[in-house]
Nanobody, 115 residues
Framework: QVQLVESGGGLVQAGGSLRLSCAAS????????MGWYRQAPGKQRELVAT???????NYADSVKDRFTISTDITKNTIYLQMNSLKPEDTAVYYC?????????WGQGTQVTVSS
């Protein structure tokens, strides 16, 4: 497993932006899929965005055209650029990496969007 550490969460007003970062302890070049998930209070964890080793991206309908997932292999870091934030985006955001069927998760970072 790879160790993942998220950062960049915080409190922002609706319409604002945040960029989340996820630093991996090892090379993310080897990862099959990496992504961001979120969990709001009282709700199940849901997929936000994923990116494959080939660069293919996938987004939840609720964040399409507002969020962008990217990676920097030289820094072993995954990013989630979040624009036009809405109060319903409030959640704990988790970074995820999959390698040969093994899942790794970060500890999460809180994002709170005020109306």
């Amino acid at each position: 497993q790879v160790q993942l550490v998220e950062s960049g969460g915080g409190l922002v007003q609706a319409g604002g932006s945040l960029r989340l970062s996820c630093a991996a302890s090892g090379s993310i070049f080897r990862m099959n899929v990496m992504g961001w998930y979120r969990q709001a209070p009282g709700k199940q964890r849901e997929l936000v965005a994923t990116i494959t080793s080939g660069g293919r991206t996938n987004y939840a309908d609720s964040v399409k055209d507002r969020f962008t997932i990217s990676t920097d292999i030289t820094k072993n870091t995954i990013y989630l650029q979040m624009n036009s934030l809405k109060p319903e985006d409030t959640a704990v955001y988790y970074c995820n990496a999959v390698y040969r069927g093994t899942y790794s998760w970060g500890q999460g970072t809180q994002v709170t969007v005020s109306s």
